[in-house]
């Protein structure tokens, strides 16, 4: 294998979340946390890094809610971009720019990057038969076809599946098909659609896969089980009011399949924020230069997008524009040993969440927690027990120790502490928390969170273990030097515990950072001041009790909550 290319700079992108609803928990652990620890982590050692994120706005579902409570479309998703947005603010989330792919940039953006597959003649176009409302004058998506079941005969089958037998269908099998919203007779009529021929593309999409060896297990399998057959042509074009208008002559009511336009959202966004920044060709480096490394952080669900269809577009759009040298797709997250579903409402959301508790306790739980190989489940006694034992006992108590005693006993300032005065049981213990931080940013660089989290995790245990041994609550009383200098060697220890708890805890280590007296911000390049010694005679802040412990009772709560649902 090659040596990995050292890239100037990194585009990270996250899933952009459905305005259809809430986040969830199922969200933040696949896309979203890991991405945003992963930015973090880069700003913090000052790398050239932009977060690009925003809502996925069109689509049946949508327009099927918005038809249920009586609103435009429109007015929905501006309702859930706002809450969706400020749910993220809250948990943390340091998205560069969040954008909608309802708002005006997008239409053009995608509509110029179609007539760019379209004018060089790579796109397809085909006729097929499909439901016509004759009562309403549209084509109708499968969602709103109803009809009797041909396989067990039940009447209310959904034009993709029958929920009584679990068949999934095509709504020509159903019998009797009709319109939900008004119960009216369909017709089939033919309609004329665009059409990515991913087979074309398919030798330049093997190759790229291949090139990429060090893509996650789960990637390169799914990659690899697609390419065992030959990639079948996908519909870039629909019948829908609601989506961003196919700009071509005699197309009325057509419009771009979500699946099309909603990565080039990513573009969109960019776009926007360029905009922003009053340079609104900056977007460039961002997308066309081959010194920017792009990365798509996905759940497993968004895999082939991301790997393979968007990728093919990109290829395939006369402008350079670079692929995604990574990939890291997470599995999903499970709740209480059962799958998450949002129809019968068994999920934590994340607005009730931030409600009732703060965002640091649940990034760390995710965080240890990730699903990044297989499948793992969420509970609240695992909550408490992270938050009670973890970041309270493990971080927190240390942190607040060490703190209160310099307050206490040096005036707030970092005591003397030397080279000259250091036993092998102070060496031991910088040494064993500096292999940690090194551990920490191999994995961190692999995207493997999880690892990382057990090298912090351990780290924040050797710190423990070396307050212990070195005991300056009773050397205090027998050799105040050598108790200052032990605090003074601890010192050091929190500042490489802070910067490994940073990306995962950022309010936490944000108020850390400043009682440590750092002079950098964090998120500018803190990484290099934080990997230098805190000189003697620093002025320390004051500390406040940094993770509260939570009550079973809280717990419980949620957890009867939960079980209440699983009963109905
Ligand atoms: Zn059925």
């Known amino acids: 294998?090659?040596?990995?290319?050292?890239?100037?700079?990194?585009?990270?992108?996250?899933?952009?979340?459905y305005a259809n609803g809430e986040i969830h928990l199922g969200h933040l652990a696949g896309a979203y946390l890991p991405a945003d620890i992963f930015v973090r982590f880069l700003r913090m050692q000052g790398r050239d890094v932009l977060y690009i994120c925003g809502s996925d706005e069109y689509g049946v579902p949508i327009t099927l809610t918005a038809e249920?409570?009586?609103?435009?479309?429109?007015?929905?998703?501006?309702?859930?971009?706002?809450?969706?947005?400020?749910?993220?603010?809250?948990?943390?989330?340091?998205?560069?720019?969040?954008?909608?792919?309802?708002?005006?940039?997008?239409?053009e953006t995608s509509q110029s990057f179609f007539m760019d597959l379209h004018d060089q003649g790579l796109l397809k176009q085909k006729t097929t038969e499909q439901f016509f409302s004759p009562s309403q004058n549209r084509f109708l998506a499968d969602r709103y076809i109803e009809g009797t079941c041909p396989k067990c005969d039940t009447a209310g089958a959904r034009g993709d599946q029958c929920e009584k037998c679990g068949s999934s269908l095509d709504p020509t099998e159903l019998i009797d098909p009709h319109n939900v919203l008004d119960n009216s007779p369909l017709e089939l009529r033919e309609t004329t659609h665009w059409f990515l021929p991913l087979a074309e593309w398919q030798p330049r999409l093997e190759k790229y896969s291949a090139d990429h060896p060090e893509w996650k297990e789960n990637v390169r399998n799914y990659c690899g089980s697609w390419f065992k057959d030959t990639l079948a042509d996908?519909?870039?074009?629909?019948?829908?009011?609601?989506?961003?208008?196919?700009?071509?002559?005699?197309?009325?009511?057509?419009?771009?399949?979500?699946?099309?336009?909603?990565?080039?959202?990513?573009?969109?966004?960019?776009?926007?924020?360029?905009?922003?920044?009053?340079?609104?060709?900056?977007?460039?480096?961002?997308w066309q230069d081959p010194d920017t490394r792009l990365v798509h952080f996905i759940g497993k669900d968004n895999i082939f997008f991301h790997a393979l269809m968007f990728p093919a577009?990109?290829?395939?759009?006369?402008?350079?524009?670079?692929?995604a040298d990574n990939v890291p797709a997470n599995e999903f997250l499970n709740l209480e040993?059962?799958?998450?579903?949002?129809?019968?409402?068994?999920?934590?959301?994340?607005?009730e969440y931030l409600e009732k508790f703060s965002a640091d306790p649940l990034r760390y739980t995710l965080a240890r927690n990730l699903p990044e190989t297989r499948d793992m489940n969420f509970t609240w006694e695992g909550f408490l027990a992270r938050n009670n034992n973890e970041l309270g006992n493990n971080f927190g108590n240390l942190i607040n120790r060490v703190f209160t005693f310099i307050h206490k006993y040096f005036e707030g300032r970092v005591p003397e502490w030397s080279e000259a005065m250091m036993t092998d049981l102070d060496r031991q213990a910088l040494a064993d928390v500096q292999a940690d931080l090194e551990k920490y940013s191999a994995h961190m660089e692999k995207f493997e969170i999880k690892a990382a989290m057990e090298a912090c995790f351990h780290a924040g245990q050797a710190g423990n273990r070396y307050f212990d041994e070195s005991a300056p609550f009773k050397t205090r009383k027998t050799d105040l030097v050598r108790c200052g200098h032990s605090l003074g060697v601890?010192?050091?220890?929190?500042?490489?515990?802070?910067?490994?708890?940073?990306?995962?805890?950022?309010?936490?280590?944000?108020?850390?950072?400043?009682?440590?007296?750092?002079?950098?911000?964090?998120?500018?390049?803190?990484?290099?001041?934080?990997?230098?010694?805190?000189?003697?005679?620093?002025?320390?802040?004051?500390?406040?009790?940094?993770?509260?412990?939570?009550?079973?009772?809280q717990i419980q709560a949620e957890i009867d909550r939960l079980k209440g649902l699983l009963a109905e």
């Not at 948990?91 to 239409?107: A, C, K, L, V």
């Not at 949002?342 to 607005?351: I, K």
Request: proline share 6%; charged share 25%.
């Open 68 to 107: 249920k409570e009586g609103i435009s479309p429109k007015e929905l998703v501006d309702r859930n971009y706002a809450s969706i947005k400020k749910s993220f603010e809250g948990f943390g989330m340091s998205f560069d720019n969040f954008s909608q792919t309802s708002r005006e940039i997008h239409t």
């Open 337 to 351: 040993g059962q799958k998450l579903s949002t129809s019968r409402n068994f999920a934590v959301w994340l607005p």
């Open 234 to 286: 996908r519909a870039a074009t629909r019948d829908l009011g609601w989506g961003v208008p196919v700009p071509l002559p005699d197309h009325e009511g057509k419009v771009f399949y979500v699946w099309f336009e909603a990565p080039i959202g990513y573009i969109s966004s960019t776009r926007e924020w360029a905009a922003d920044q009053g340079d609104p060709e900056a977007w460039r480096k961002w």
């Open 490 to 553: 601890i010192v050091q220890i929190l500042r490489m515990l802070c910067l490994m708890l940073a990306p995962v805890v950022p309010f936490g280590m944000e108020k850390v950072w400043s009682w440590l007296g750092a002079e950098t911000s964090l998120w500018q390049g803190g990484w290099d001041e934080g990997v230098k010694d805190i000189p003697a005679g620093r002025q320390l802040g004051k500390q406040e009790i940094l993770f509260p412990r939570f009550e079973e009772e």
């Open 1 to 17: 294998m090659s040596t990995p290319k050292k890239f100037q700079r990194t585009l990270v992108t996250s899933a952009l979340p």
């Open 313 to 323: 577009m990109l290829m395939a759009h006369t402008e350079d524009y670079i692929v």
